[in-house]
């Protein structure tokens, strides 16, 4: 069997750092145990008045002035919002705007120029500083050389790239000449670079020729050709060398230098130009139930303010912060947490990149020192890794200069909040847990670190202005304490305008579920679980789709997982429905064991009681299959689909566009055992 863990760290007696169990914290966290900001937070905190949210309240949707306020608008919107082609709402109609001149111009002039924008650190430890002057420079160069290739104001520009600093110097590029980017993630395929594409009609590429992970260099042009080979329309590529002699490459036609480019135009002063609030700023895709990716629509004005706003709020983010966003900008929180919201607000923003454990499991905290942090926000998935290697490695680092820690992307169970707490934050700094999407923009509900005490697994009360409701199957509310589904009764800034060419499939996926379309009562339905306990918090249970009917009861499968990965010694978990004959879904939990923990029966026993003391007999697995690896797509998302078809003993589906394809067969053979 394959192990990606195999051979490495013994794992620590405990991770909690105390002399708790596993599960005795688990099931003490669950019991509601809170926290309150330390008085040293509060009193700085960017917003540390708990009326705000009366204020947003009695003042909407007129409080949104605040976001907007952030901005520099070269005119004055008009109107804050208009509803009257619902949901096709427009945000701040009548104002003009442009992102690269509020990230970038208005800092340089007010004084900013020297200040350091983007702090970068390539895998093999060389770094870029680009200043705000510095970085205004290179943008207006390179937007220069995109008009002269021939994009113009709306041409879709897509941007296939690893984490090095040309991604966000090509995001603002396109940005000062009003050319919507449509960022693919470079773990994508081929295949998903050229289905994007083509989707937006894209005639302009900005690539690489490659990029380091582990120490390897990757060939990452080769990827984008090949994508380019199934593109419609004729395509003009910018190519940036990020490796220098480590990978000659060949430039065809059509294709162009990046530094050439940027060194012919260099010096050049590009006019901002100025946007209506509601031109499109970018396009993000996104999966969604169907296998054709949906193209997220967001604007300029609405998506830059709310981007910002939260920026402020939320991660308490101030000029002089050195903040960390340990994300991929190819995915929405990149876009919004690493480049558009730190950058309007003028602080330093760090890109990392490579992996966390290369060369050793202490790269990021090494980072983290080296750059005195004041802000971290990353993943559950990334702080459970963590926790599997142990606590020595932040251990052996000065971690101190940390003030706020968050996460976002998927629920963290109390365990994993509590070690980051402890051995991340030294139980000194604020966790926000944020929940929000791709097609929200920007977070929507988490506490706010200034003001709002925590509580371990729940992400907290929606944002000021923000009415998020938990509501049964036919949208009548639901008791605090019981599961329902998350809805989103009122417009927000950074909302998604429209999934692009096709109006249509935005109703149907995110409206047509809750609200009343004859009363024009629009309701926005994320395709989340949730339930409310009685302070008004929110605990995210995980994507509907991904909801089991077991004999009758709806079990979030990410529910079950949080209980497992609560279990002490147990990694990471997932949970999927199989086939049974009597109760409909049986629930099969696919478990990684902590280093050096073992398979055993009691392990099997400890995590079945950890599943039916934290939600009931009910959830109980059927099986519970140890494995090292779960087979993940190249995006790093577990693919459910197969555990399912494993669960329920059919045919295994498409297993080639697997990061691991060899793990299905593997644990396949272990549930025929
Ligand atoms: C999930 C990522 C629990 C949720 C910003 C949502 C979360 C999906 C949280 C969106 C959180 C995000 N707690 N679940 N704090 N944040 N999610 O579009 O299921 O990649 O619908 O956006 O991630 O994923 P997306």
Redo the contacts with the bound molecule.
């Keep these: 069997m394959v192990s990606i863990f195999m051979g490495e760290q013994p794992p620590e007696p405990t991770t909690d750092g105390g002399t708790d169990s596993g599960e005795e914290l688990e099931a003490r966290l669950a019991a509601g145990e809170s926290y309150d900001p330390p008085e040293s937070f509060v009193e700085q905190a960017n917003v540390n008045d708990p009326e705000i949210y009366e204020e947003f309240e009695e003042n909407w949707p007129d409080c949104w002035e605040r976001a907007a306020d952030l901005l520099t608008w070269f005119e004055d919107y008009e109107t804050v919002l208009e509803d009257d082609d619902a949901p096709f709402y427009r945000w701040f109609t009548g104002g003009e705007v442009n992102a690269s001149y509020n990230c970038l111009d208005r800092h340089v002039e007010t004084g900013g120029k020297n200040r350091a924008a983007i702090k970068w650190e390539g895998e093999l430890g060389e770094t870029r500083t680009y200043t705000y002057g510095d970085l205004l420079y290179e943008v207006e160069a390179f937007a220069t050389a995109l008009r002269d290739l021939g994009v113009a104001e709306d041409d879709v520009v897509t941007l296939y790239m690893p984490m090095i600093p040309e991604l966000p110097i090509a995001m603002l590029a396109c940005a000062r000449i009003g050319a919507p980017h449509s960022v693919v993630f470079a773990g994508f395929s081929a295949d998903a670079l050229a289905t994007r594409m083509n989707a937006a009609d894209s005639e302009y590429l900005v690539t690489c020729d490659g990029y380091y992970r582990r120490g390897d260099a990757l060939n990452h042009k080769e990827k984008a050709d090949k994508g380019l080979r199934g593109v419609e329309q004729d395509v003009e590529t910018v190519i940036v060398d990020r490796l220098g002699d480590e990978l000659n490459h060949f430039l065809g036609e059509h294709a162009h230098d990046y530094d050439e480019l940027v060194r012919a135009h260099e010096g050049a002063s590009v006019e901002p130009v100025s946007r209506d609030a509601e031109d499109m700023l970018f396009l993000m895709y996104?999966s969604g139930t169907t296998g054709q990716p949906k193209g997220v629509k967001h604007t300029t004005g609405g998506y830059l303010s709310y981007a910002a706003w939260t920026t402020h709020a939320v991660l308490d983010v101030k000029p002089e912060d050195t903040y960390w966003c340990a994300a991929d900008i190819g995915?929405?929180?990149g876009h919004s947490y690493i480049v558009y919201g730190p950058l309007a607000l003028g602080t330093t923003t760090m890109m990392y990149e490579g992996t966390p454990d290369y060369p050793e499991k202490d790269r990021l905290w090494e980072l983290l020192e080296k750059n005195d942090v004041d802000i971290f926000y990353t993943a559950p998935t990334a702080i459970r890794a963590f926790m599997k290697w142990g606590k020595q490695y932040p251990e052996g680092r000065d971690l101190s200069s940390l003030r706020l820690l968050g996460?976002?992307?998927?629920?963290?169970n109390p365990r994993a909040w509590q070690w980051y707490y402890d051995h991340i934050g030294g139980g000194e700094c604020p966790i926000v847990?944020?929940?929000?999407?791709?097609?929200t923009g920007g977070m929507m509900i988490?506490t706010l670190p200034g003001v709002g005490e925590m509580k371990p697994g729940a992400?907290g009360p929606p944002l000021p202005g923000i009415d998020a409701q938990v509501v049964d199957a036919v949208g009548g509310p639901v008791d605090p304490g019981n599961a329902g589904y998350l809805t989103v009764r009122r417009p927000w800034p950074g909302m998604l305008r429209t999934l692009y060419n096709n109006d249509d499939r935005f109703i149907n996926e995110y409206w047509r579920e809750y609200s009343d379309e004859d009363a024009d009562e629009w309701v926005y339905f994320?395709?989340?679980g949730a339930k409310l306990d009685e302070d008004g918090y929110i605990t995210?249970l995980?994507?509907v789709d991904d909801v089991i009917n077991v004999s009758g009861h709806r079990l979030g499968t990410m529910e079950i997982e949080s209980a497992i990965v609560g279990v002490d010694g147990v990694a990471e978990a997932a949970v999927v429905g199989g086939d049974h004959d009597v109760k409909g879904n049986a629930v099969y939990a696919y478990v990684i064991l902590e280093d050096g923990q073992d398979p055993t029966e009691s392990m099997r026993d400890r995590i079945v009681g950890g599943v039916e003391d934290a939600i009931g007999p009910i959830a109980r697995p059927e099986a519970v299959v140890f494995t090292p690896e779960l087979p993940k797509t190249r995006s790093g998302k577990i693919m459910r689909r197969l555990l399912e078809d494993i669960a329920s003993g059919e045919e295994l589906g498409e297993t080639s566009t697997l990061r691991n394809p060899e793990v299905v067969e593997d644990i396949a053979e272990s549930v025929g055992e």
């Design positions: 996104t995915w929405i929180t996460t976002v992307g998927e629920p963290i847990d944020t929940w929000w999407q791709t097609e988490t992400a994320p395709e989340d995210i995980g994507r």
